[in-house]
């Protein structure tokens, strides 16, 4: 694949102030104008090199904005204080009332409840779907679709969206294909494969240090100018900017982002394998039995591998908090939602992030209460860990 995303961070260099070797951080909420009339140039919408206020944007969002942009091969990115700032932004842009979303139904739970419950509010609908059958997404498209919304690697049943497919579909109906990739940052470069938008959580891989939530929308320069437009921008009306000292630490963090992606991928894989190996029913996307094992293949840059994510289903409910309970007493991570830390962290999805979708609708997706998520971390002996994991195992007779 052309794109090398993590070359073209390496090139970023930043000179500080003071010729610090890292920009210095604009501490700052407003910004002051050397003339009166520079500033109603600036609310006029002509904001090109001039500050206005923080909300609007800052010099540490920028260059933040600006490496994620590099990161995704889009031609800008703005920075949110959420992932779910950068998810609502885009949506309130896209779409207005009596307007339309084609959304896969696996997708992180907070996403969902947006759709499925709040935007109810505005008239705006969603239309879920297995987004791996294409014949079911195109058949969701109505006149007043504005965007076929899904997640590269899902949430958490990690199934592979073809994005190429889908950007072909979005572009023969003049629609928008909106990809969040928290979940393949590197691995999967979505701008590149077709789609419009791409969002992130960074609070999750791209930061890394489980320290704070914040967010990102890539795309064009027009779209990225368009949720802060001062008149009409979603973003800048609604309000969910990151702080400077956040975007600062996140910038920071990101420089690390291709290391540890590839160690994270490493270690999944390997107990991905040993899993399946035992017999459990391990779905990890670079496993063959994987629905979407060759597609990912197809779609990805291999370096980065196949994520970070695996899930198993521990049979019960009973049993999965067991499990993680056992598992948590041994120090081999926490019993906690959210992914892309240093240990390993682990939830029962029915029962936590994905328990805003309604009982019947997750068995009808595949998702059971006995669902173990795990995001695993960068231990250094993975090797140790697995027997570790296999003693807690056979202590809550899963084995
Ligand atoms: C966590 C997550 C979000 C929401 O991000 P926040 O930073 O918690 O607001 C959205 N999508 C996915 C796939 C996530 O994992």
Redesign the pocket.
Known sequence: MAHKPFNNIQDLQYFGEFGGVNPSISDSSTYTFLSAKTMFDTFEGNTEGCYLYSRHSSPSNLYLGEALAQMEGTEAANVYA??????SSVIFQLCATDEHIVSSRT??G??YALMKNFLKKFRIGTSFVDITDLEAVEAAIGPNTKMIYC?SV??PLLEVADLKALSALAKKHGIALVV?N??SPLGIAPAQLGADVV?H????FINGSSDC???AVCGTTEFCLSLKDVNDGAAMLLGSTLDSLRAASILKNLRTLHLRMKKHSENALYLAQKFEGLGLRTVYPGLASHKGHALMKGQMNAEYGFGGLLTLDAGNLETANALMEEMQRNNLGYLAV??GFYKTLFSASGSS?SSEIPEEEREAMGLSDGLVRFSIGLDNDIERTYQIMLQCMEKVGLL
Do not use: H, P, Q, R
Not at 82 to 87: D, L, N, Q, R, T
Not at 201 to 204: E, M, N, Q, V, Y
């Open positions: 959420s992932g779910m700032g950068a998810i997708i992180y907070g996403t997640e899902s949430n969040d928290t979940f969002i959580s960074l609070t999750k939530v914040a967010g959210s992914l992030t």
